[in-house]
């Protein structure tokens, strides 16, 4: 399975941004997709959450509210519309998917927020 997140850039406090992720390879494996995040110097914090067959989602406190889901299984992609940024929303931001016994990471997409 290879997972390519897109989206990322520079946007001033306030803004959106909408990231993607294409999911190629045997996605059939895969039970969930989730994205998750790392600033400089913080671990990887986990934000949000979607199954592959129900379309149920989860958010982290963090951004339960201002960041939503969502998936279009024909073209295998999973989104995360970021709304309100803030500052400390800067950093890079990770897809992943999960299935029995296996686990899955992009490379990331930068995303920076301004002051």
């Known amino acids: 399975v290879q997972l390519v997140e897109s989206g990322g850039g520079l946007v001033q406090t306030g803004g959106s941004l909408r990231l993607s992720c294409a999911a190629s390879?045997?996605?059939?494996?895969?039970?969930?997709m989730a994205w998750y995040r790392q600033a400089p110097g913080k671990e990887r914090e986990g934000l949000s959450c979607?199954?592959?067959?129900?379309?149920?989602?989860d958010y982290a406190d963090s951004v339960q509210g201002r960041f939503t889901i969502s998936s279009d299984n024909a073209v295998n992609t999973v989104y995360l519309q970021m709304n309100s940024l803030k500052p400390e929303d800067t950093a890079v931001y990770y897809c992943?998917?999960?299935?029995?016994?296996?686990?899955?990471w992009g490379k990331g997409t930068q995303v920076t927020v301004s002051s």
């Open positions: 390879g045997s996605i059939f494996s895969i039970n969930v």
């Open positions: 992943n998917g999960e299935g029995c016994g296996s686990n899955y």
């Open positions: 979607i199954g592959s067959s129900d379309d149920r989602a």
